[in-house]
């Protein structure tokens, strides 16, 4: 009657990214910045030896952290146009009527998405020669180029399986109706089956995404110059004062929660919308 | 298992292919010290974030309007920034804050270990997406269900043991299932703060015998063998918590 | 107030609800003795489920006072768990605990809540199992039971609780036609005992044979009542006229 009835059964499960988010408002910074700057600023009052307070210290090398934050996100940028073009291929390879490559895809995809991101980034960085030899030309692999290659591995192997989700998230009626049409498989494929993919894809492609953006502070691990290999040797720099690291190291999180909140705010305001036309 | 060791020591002598944990009983212990610590801080980290994500999924939904903005301040904050540097922080920024202790030869060494802070780190950063998974299988069950164990009776704590969670984890088995094995990969980070699991330990290994490749090809089929087990574990178990008469 | 059995088991007086703006009760008072069996019939919409959701407190009241057994229902300090061991609910959608077998979903609640030895809740439930004709499907899980025999398992389960009086709201209306009769059939057995029944239905056959008392609402008012052989044939409110030839 006037209240709503549920059947015992389940209700339909909602994707945890799928769900009522909350603005970015001012409370967002407000731990964060708690956190980061004013906490430990509290906890070491005392200014040091040449009087600069951590925070001053923070704005003297702000630019150049951003400089090597912006070097991340080109990491990140090329390593997911390298995944999702390799992902791309992988993907349909597991949607293939020919046995072989569907299983060889299917095989690659999960080697590397069971795979920590880490291992793969040091597997790029050990083995893969520092130049290659192309009749005669040297084309030489600086630390960051194999770093975006590592990085691009794990990526390729999670949009094979967002392509192979998505298709077969499709109705199979869809592939039926394009068959009795007479379109070939490989017309079906591109002008019925994967422009209606694309909408299912976005938000979990933007997701991985953003995981490749944060992903890309393991570069410093294996030596690359970006911006927690920088914020390391700052900190050196100015003599491993303990007061510094906070403020620091919270930085670094604020830039990357600035970059990605936005994305999963987009990303799940996309899931909505798509979820309401499919 | 001797014959064992002595054929990859054979096929070092004879091929160059050094697979020295194989052959070498200290390396063989390292190795294996490696493997246990990953599984270790897997547990440990699983353990603490499901507590952190039911008891952060049970305050989303308090009444208080700052409790229910803290815990997404939190999500949002160990959703959006690099595990990596959230562990840096921990250990670095946090951990220096803390006061230090004698140790057994009477220096100073700090009140908790590397692994205690990646535990923290991780814990907490998978904690994070337990909250979500576990507040979305609580949205999911029916209001009805609940209603009918009010109409018999049970207290709302009683109606949150027995009916929302169980329900709500059958629903979430298959996410949580996924962080899971995103957790098991994540734990590699802890090599930044020098832990030893199991890359942190190849990395020892080569070293010392200047073995890279074989370590490395080593490690990628160890995690895929690693992870794959969890994955046909974790699906075998994801059937058995089906609810007969429902898909 | 000292309640004996004389007294009304259930008494409701000018009760209003409302859903925000929504008026959903208008006043509505009505007495149920002991072992009396009555109806509420109307259109949809008209108030009859919110009025007995309200009897056990699943939804609370404005204005009014509700009895049961002398214990107001529209207070604040209400012992909820006291009520609703006295006041069973049979729901539309059955609502059984989809993860608990038969049995369990039977048990649960005397083992839980009245804290009941185990053995001893087990027996009971066989016994009620029995008693609503579904031996056998103790272990089934409520997913692989028919509507009609989870509505029966969801009866037993009320029944568990030993209530003094049960609420069925609309129990059949989810159900399929050829499921509907055995479910009225042990709602029938359970009035024969001399259990107090108050059915939200639209079952008019069924209210004519087995109740004591016909409440016809509309718009959040009680617009008629009576025993069910005058009830149905000298109705005189022109809007339970037009109900009625609209039924049957």
């Known amino acids: ?278 | 298992m001797e014959f064992v060791f002595d054929w990859f020591r054979t096929l070092y002598q004879e091929t160059g292919i050094n697979l020295p944990f194989l052959y070498d009983e200290y390396d063989r212990n390292r190795m294996i010290g490696g493997f246990l610590t990953t599984i270790w801080l897997s547990l440990v980290c699983l353990f603490f974030s499901v507590i952190i994500g039911v008891i952060g999924a049970w305050l989303q939904g308090s009444s208080f309007k700052w409790t229910r903005r803290i815990v997404n301040g939190y999500i949002q904050l160990f959703r959006n920034t690099p595990p990596l540097v959230q562990l840096y922080f921990f250990y670095f920024a946090i951990g220096t804050l803390l006061p230090r202790v004698e140790n057994d030869w009477g220096g100073q060494s700090p009140i908790l270990g590397s692994f205690a802070w990646a535990a923290i780190s991780l814990s907490f950063f998978a904690g994070a997406f337990n909250v979500e998974i576990f507040r979305s299988g609580i949205e999911a069950v029916p209001k009805s269900t609940v209603e009918a164990a009010e109409a018999l009776g049970f207290s709302k704590l009683q109606i949150y043991r027995d009916i929302t969670l169980p329900l709500a984890f059958r629903v979430v088995l298959p996410a949580l299932n996924n962080n899971l094995v995103n957790l098991v990969k994540t734990t590699t980070l802890a090599y930044a703060i020098a832990v030893p699991e199991m890359l942190y330990e190849a990395n020892q290994i080569w070293s010392d015998n200047v073995n890279v490749t074989e370590m490395m090809i080593f490690l990628l089929l160890a995690y895929f063998a690693l992870v794959g087990v969890l994955v046909s574990g974790m699906n075998r178990w994801e059937r058995a918590m089906k609810i007969p008469g429902y898909g | 107030m000292n309640w004996t059995p004389a007294d009304p088991m259930v008494s409701l007086k000018d009760v209003h609800k409302s859903f925000g703006e929504l008026k959903v009760l208008n006043g509505v008072s009505l007495d149920v003795m002991k072992g009396d069996v009555i109806c509420i019939i109307g259109p949809s919409g008209s108030g009859k489920s919110t009025l007995i959701r309200c009897v056990n407190a699943l939804n609370d009241i404005q204005k009014g006072s509700i009895l049961v057994e002398g214990q107001e229902v529209n207070d604040p300090n209400l012992d909820k768990l006291e009520l609703r061991k006295k006041v069973g609910m049979v729901f539309q959608q059955y609502n059984l605990f989809p993860h608990k077998t038969a049995l369990q979903n039977v048990m649960m609640a005397p083992v839980r809540v009245l804290k009941q030895d185990k053995a001893k809740a087990e027996e009971t439930a066989r016994a009620l199992i029995r008693k609503v004709r579904l031996e056998g499907k103790e272990n089934a899980y409520p997913g692989e039971l028919s509507g009609g025999q989870q509505q029966r398992v969801a009866i037993a389960r009320s029944l568990a609780m030993q209530p003094d009086v049960i609420l069925f709201d609309e129990v059949t209306a989810a159900l399929d036609p050829e499921t509907v009769g055995e479910v009225l059939q042990t709602i029938k057995d359970l009035a024969e005992d001399g259990m107090t029944c108050i059915l939200v239905t639209h079952e008019m056959a069924f209210a004519r044979e087995v109740a004591d008392h016909i409440y016809f609402t509309d718009r959040g008012v009680i617009v008629e009542h009576g025993p069910p052989e005058t009830f149905f044939k000298n109705a005189q409110d022109p809007r339970t006229k037009e109900f009625l030839s609209q039924i049957l």
């Open chain 1, 1 to 278: 009657m006037t209240y709503r009835t549920d059947l015992p059964v389940m209700l339909p499960v909602k994707r945890p990214e799928a769900e009522p988010f909350l603005g970015l408002k001012l409370w967002h910074m407000l731990p964060i910045a708690l956190i980061a700057i004013i906490g430990p600023s509290l906890a070491f009052a005392q200014s040091s030896a040449d009087g600069q307070t951590p925070f001053g210290i923070l704005l003297n090398w702000a630019p150049l952290l951003l400089k090597g934050f912006i070097f991340n996100l080109v990491i990140s940028v090329s390593a997911m146009a390298l995944g999702t073009v390799g992902g791309a291929i992988l993907g349909l390879g597991q949607i293939s009527l020919f046995a072989p490559t569907r299983h060889g895809s299917w095989f690659v995809t999960q080697f590397f998405r069971n795979a920590p991101w880490l291992v793969l980034l040091f597997f790029a960085m050990f083995l893969l020669p520092f130049e290659i030899n192309v009749f005669g030309l040297k084309i030489p692999f600086p630390d960051w180029f194999k770093a975006i290659l590592g990085l691009s591995l794990p990526v390729m192997a999670n949009v094979s399986e967002i392509v192979r989700g998505a298709v077969r998230s499709l109705p199979s009626g869809q592939w039926e109706a394009a068959e009795s049409l007479a379109y070939t498989r490989l017309q079906t494929l591109w002008l019925i089956i994967l422009p209606q993919c694309v909408k299912r894809m976005l938000p979990p492609w933007m997701n991985l995404y953003s995981i490749l953006t944060m992903a890309t502070v393991l570069a410093s691990i294996v030596g690359v110059n970006e911006v927690m290999t920088l914020t390391g040797q700052a900190l050196a720099s100015e003599g491993g004062r303990p007061d510094l690291l906070a403020p620091f190291y919270g930085f670094v999180l604020l830039l990357f929660f600035v970059y990605c909140y936005p994305i999963a705010k987009f990303t799940v305001w996309l899931e909505k919308k798509y979820a309401v036309i499919t």
